[in-house]
């Protein structure tokens, strides 16, 4: 199982920053089995140019859930996943402070899409997932908000699995059958 995952806050990882938005697909190798996604209430304003990159606005959050409230919901859809984003320290590091913020410990095998898609399908002159996309006709709807990012992120790591010939992407073993 894999959960691609992406956020959107109000600054950088280190320090006070809080999540605004968050989308998370659970995706089996083959297909979408699971998604959930939410505006979220930072507790504090955002910072007028985050606005204006995602386009999320205070007012759009005055009434939304704050991460505690939705806490338990990120923990179960990420159980036994592994946690997948383009530029997974970024998203993974967020998700890990604001579970230690309400003391939940949240330990997940990551993969980075980034990493992957060098690797993977080297050679473009960008891994940003904009430019990446429009390299690999992978349509982006709503840049810079969660699930337009997080969905256009699960199109990418579906042409990585397609394309994966020497196991960079850790796969499901079959079941023995006695």
Known sequence: MYCIVDVETTGGVKGP???TEIALI????HQIVDEYQTLLNPGHPIP???SQLTRITDDMVANAPTFDQVADRVHEITEGAIFVAHNVL?????LQKEMNWVDREFLRRTLCTVRLSRKILPG?????LGKLCRSLDIPLQGRHRAYGDAAATVKLFEMLLRHDRHGHIPRPKPAMIF
């Open 17 to 19: 920053s809080r999540l």
């Open 26 to 29: 659970r995706h089996d190798g």
């Open 48 to 50: 007028p140019f985050i």
């Open 90 to 94: 970024f998203d993974f590091g967020f």
């Open 124 to 128: 473009h002159p960008s891994y940003s």
